[in-house]
């Protein structure tokens, strides 16, 4: 099982060479419409993925439950699609909500001004002007949404293992480049470590859902960790009885995990409450 994250300037042919070594690779492309297809199968309308999807939320909207509710349902998606096996993951914070997975190639892909500038004339048939606006927009959306949503510098190259200037490489040599570095990248130990980590992280939110969106338990901030032989819930919560609620929806969910211990850390405080 392995994970490649292809993080992307407008106009650097992020989707086309992501396309390309799914293809090469024999692995699932994970893009947008993907997404959109997972997300809303849990029930959530369109409007909220148009509201914040590689978008810089206003002040308003990052401070609102929809916001929480978005990165909620990204993360579940993104995590039940890495679960499936192989798979090229496109923006969508991927690189972020991976980004401690053992395994996990994270690439980043650039261009230079100039080339962007006639990329995007060509794509939108506008002249330059109204291209470096779209590009400036597209790029302080894009530095938002990881902002806000992951405390993230999007552009930051430690974040990523390796960075490609198609407007000076070729897509197709940019394909290959990631094609042999996943194969050195990737070794037995890399992956057994991967699937496990993959494996204890989509629990955790599977657990997390279940708690907040099935169960319906009001846990403010509420935190699942599966490590080891143990699923830990950190929270704050306004009475012990629904802590007890939130455990006793961990235990049932984790059922079949019969090595696993449920203990909660969640803090209860009289008459906690947030602004929606």
């Given at each position: 099982m392995?994970?490649?994250?292809i ?8 989707d086309?060479i992501a396309?390309e ?14 997404l ?6 849990y029930?959530v309308d369109?409007a909220?993925?148009k509201?914040y ?6 002040l ?18 993104q ?12 923006g ?8 401690d ?5 994270s ?17 939108f ?5 109204k291209a470096?606006?779209?590009i ?7 530095i ?6 992951f ?10 293992l390796l960075t ?9 040599v ?10 050195y990248?990737i070794?037995?130990e890399t ?14 939110q ?6 907040l969106?099935?169960?319906?338990a ?8 599966v490590?080891g ?25 984790a ?8 203990i909660?850390?969640?803090?209860v ?8």
């Amino acid at each position: 099982m392995a994970i490649i994250t292809i993080s992307r300037e407008l106009a650097a042919l992020g989707d086309e060479i992501a396309s390309e070594l799914a293809k090469k690779l024999n692995y699932r492309l994970v893009d947008k419409n993907t997404l959109e297809q997972k997300i809303k199968s849990y029930g959530v309308d369109g409007a909220m993925l148009k509201k914040y999807d590689e978008r810089k939320p206003p002040l308003w909207a990052s401070l609102s439950q929809d916001r929480d509710n978005y990165l909620h349902f990204l993360k579940t998606s993104q995590l039940a699609e890495a679960k499936l096996g192989n798979a090229v993951f496109v923006g969508r914070g991927a690189s972020a909500i991976f980004k401690d997975i053992p395994g996990v190639l994270s690439i980043f892909l650039v261009a230079t001004p100039e080339i962007r500038v006639e990329r995007v004339k060509s794509y939108f048939h506008c002249d330059e002007k109204k291209a470096k606006g779209i590009i400036e927009k597209s790029d302080n959306d894009r530095i938002g949404f990881y902002h806000y949503f992951f405390d993230m510098d999007w552009r930051a190259p430690e974040n990523y293992l390796l960075t490609l200037n198609t407007g000076r490489t070729h897509p197709l040599v940019c394909t290959e480049i990631i094609k042999r570095l996943a194969d050195y990248h990737i070794t037995e130990e890399t992956q057994a470590l991967h699937e496990m980590r993959i494996k204890d992280a989509t629990l955790a939110q599977e657990i997390k859902h279940f708690i907040l969106y099935e169960k319906e338990a009001p846990v403010h901030f509420l935190d699942v960790v599966v490590s080891g032989d143990k699923i830990v819930l950190y929270g704050v919560a306004n009475s012990q009885a629904l802590v007890d609620a939130a455990m006793s929806a961990a235990i049932e969910k984790a059922m079949g995990y019969s090595s696993l211990t449920v203990i909660s850390e969640i803090q209860v405080v009289q008459e906690y409450s947030i602004v929606p």
